[in-house]
């Protein structure tokens, strides 16, 4: 008798890549002198995914966790923005992983990150595991260079999904290159993440990675080295994002400012970014529109605490992002913006509401 494949339900966007429960440091200081910690989850896919369900998108995130509390916590928690994790796998065998980190921003000399990841649920994902009718069920699928840390089935997985193949969905890749992750292997990882990136659709990776990875410098460079991706989006801190978007007469270069923000805490931003990009995308907006959404997206995860944050409602975001560029440029985003437009200012006639 043949087996009988129920079909996966098609959504926007598939997110791949591990989420782990985060401890987050009651307080600053040494992991060592901190009392105690606050119970959270992190992971740059899963992030993708809750910030672009809670834009009105619809989204699938698929990952492999242990059977145990940590497991279920994830799976509810990003349900709870209203994420499918219908795909996500339990392992009976390898825990959930977990990680501790201190309250200060991750660049800092004094920043300490503490992963208990080493033989979790989600480093036994490989080729077929999860299937490819699961992966391929968006029209997008983000990935990360996270991912392909984790493991050489891990890594076999991401070569096999940005590899080309017809019927393939529009493949989304964030390099984020965690030199920790790579650390037994010196210099593969930038190397296996420049592999990964040119066999992707769109690119996110920041000018500071670029330059830590492959010793590139500038957002031309990055692309010299990176000519492949249809999209190529390198993020510049404070001074914006330059995207790259190939067509038949070359690229068209666009560099859009970064908006003026007071950071609550720098964690998340940049898959939040991701989000609002893609979130753009999907819309089929100008490729400034994208950005912006991006960065506004990013303001809303740097103004409050953790990698989460309630995006601003699509009319608000939609109304920002038309704005000219002057009134652009005066924006000042601090917390509960999203809340509320008064509490953005400097456009405020233009943004308030009728």
């Known amino acids: 008798m043949t087996a009988q494949h129920t ?15 985060t401890f987050l440091p009651s307080r600053p200081g040494r992991l060592a002198d ?15 995914a809750c910030a672009l369900a809670a834009a009105g998108h619809s989204t699938r995130w698929i990952s492999r966790v242990g059977a145990d509390g940590f497991g279920d916590h994830l799976t509810e928690t990003v349900g709870a923005y209203g994420v ?19 309250a200060d921003d991750r660049d800092a000399d004094h920043h300490e990150v503490v992963y208990y990841r080493a033989g979790s649920a989600a480093s036994a994902m490989a080729p077929g595991v999860p299937a490819r009718a699961e992966l391929w069920s968006g029209q997008v699928l983000h990935l990360s260079g996270i991912t392909a840390a984790l493991s050489p089935g891990c890594l076999a997985l991401m070569r096999g999904l940005t590899a080309p193949a017809p019927g393939r969905p529009l493949v989304s890749f964030d390099v984020n290159f965690r030199p920790g992750l790579w650390r037994d292997a010196a ?37 010299a080295a990176l ?30 400012p970064a908006l003026r923000v007071d950071v609550v805490a720098p964690v998340g931003a940049g898959d939040a970014f991701a989000a609002g990009f893609l979130s753009g995308t999907l819309r089929g907006l100008p ?19 953790g990698d989460l944050a309630d995006p601003p409602s699509r ?40």
């Not at 079909?7 to 429960?21: A, H």
């Not at 901190?34 to 993708?48: K, L, M, T, Y």
């Not at 592999?195 to 330059?211: K, N």
């Not at 000519?227 to 068209?252: C, I």
Request: proline letters at 7%.
């Open 84 to 102: 499918d994790t219908s795909a996500v796998q339990r392992d009976p065998d390898r825990p959930t992983g977990v990680y501790f980190r201190t």
């Open 227 to 256: 000519p492949q991706p249809a999209v190529l989006v390198v993020k510049r801190g404070a001074a914006g994002a330059t995207v790259f978007a190939g067509g038949p007469q070359g690229d068209t270069v666009t560099t859009v």
């Open 187 to 223: 210099g593969t990882g930038p190397r296996v993440l420049l592999e990964l990136a040119r066999g992707a659709d769109v690119v996110f990776v920041g000018e500071d990675e670029a330059e830590a990875a492959w010793d590139v410098r500038g957002a031309a460079a990055v692309r």
């Open 287 to 305: 490729v400034r529109d994208r950005v912006r959404h991006g960065h506004l997206m990013a303001a809303a995860a740097l103004t409050v605490h």
């Open 315 to 354: 009319e608000l975001a939609d109304r920002l992002t038309a704005l000219d560029d002057t009134a652009w440029g005066t924006l000042r985003i601090g917390p509960g913006w999203t809340e509320t437009v008064s509490d953005v200012t400097g456009a405020e006639e233009e943004v308030r509401t009728p």
């Open 34 to 48: 901190v009392p105690s910690f606050d119970r959270g989850i992190g992971g740059a896919e899963s992030n993708v």
């Open 7 to 21: 079909p996966v339900p098609p959504v926007d966007v598939v997110c791949l890549g591990e989420s782990m429960v």
